[in-house]
């Protein structure tokens, strides 16, 4: 739905203060919602938020319909790069831990954004690339990067899914499930997942802060 491309922060926010459409809690604890009441909401949210444009007096883009404010400055930016930048943004006032655990969950959301493609790393190896590498400030350029992680980051960084994939629900919902599972395969416990989500839905609020997210 089209009104869905805009609404992800909102839907990230309402959810954690019990705004969003009815939620149906599974006894693994995953959160299901009916499509219709999703629709529903959505529908509402982007006819709420056309009204108040139209209201303000913003101009509307003549080719897309859209109050100007809706586009994005930057939607080519891939999510790696982003997720690069935030490390960036964290690194200096966060502890080690929390740096480790960082990279954890921006690589579980990572490797559920990569595209398909030619040459691909074997997953292992991304996983190393991106948690040891790639999410450490210190590290990423260093000289001592191993040459086998470069190419494995270069070829991330070229099959990478846009910043922008994410105003897309079903988007959102595939990362979500990713984050359900470890590094290794295994099932996650319940406060790693939460704590991922936590991480996933900050970094996507510094996307909106940097333009790249309305």
Same mark, same amino acid.
């Given at each position: ?48 938020? #056309? ?73 292992? #190896? ?89």
């Amino acid at each position: 739905m089209r009104g869905a491309e805009y609404r992800t922060l909102d839907f990230l926010r309402l959810a954690r203060q019990a705004e969003a459409p009815r939620c149906i809690k599974l006894p693994n604890g995953d959160i299901r919602i009916r499509r219709i009441e999703f629709e529903n909401w959505l529908a509402e949210s982007f006819r709420a938020e #056309l009204t108040a444009a139209a209201r303000k007096g913003e101009a509307f883009d003549t080719n897309t319909g859209r109050p100007v404010s809706m586009h994005r400055t930057s939607p080519d930016t891939s999510w790696y790069q982003h997720a690069c930048a935030f490390v960036d943004m964290k690194w200096p006032r966060v502890a080690a831990t929390t740096r480790r655990t960082h990279a954890e969950a921006l690589t579980a959301v990572t490797t559920s954004l990569m595209t398909n493609g030619r040459g691909r790393p074997q997953g292992r #190896l991304i996983r190393v690339a991106l948690a040891r590498w790639a999410f450490n400030t210190n590290k990423r350029d260093s000289p001592e990067c191993p040459g086998e992680v470069r190419a494995a980051l270069g070829w991330i960084e070229r099959h990478t899914e846009p910043v922008s994939v994410l105003a897309k629900p079903e988007t959102v919902r595939l990362v979500l499930d990713g984050l359900t599972v470890r590094l290794d395969g295994r099932p996650a416990s319940a406060s790693v997942v939460s704590s991922r989500r936590k991480i996933f839905s900050t970094t996507v609020e510094y996307a909106v802060e940097r333009g790249l997210l309305d």
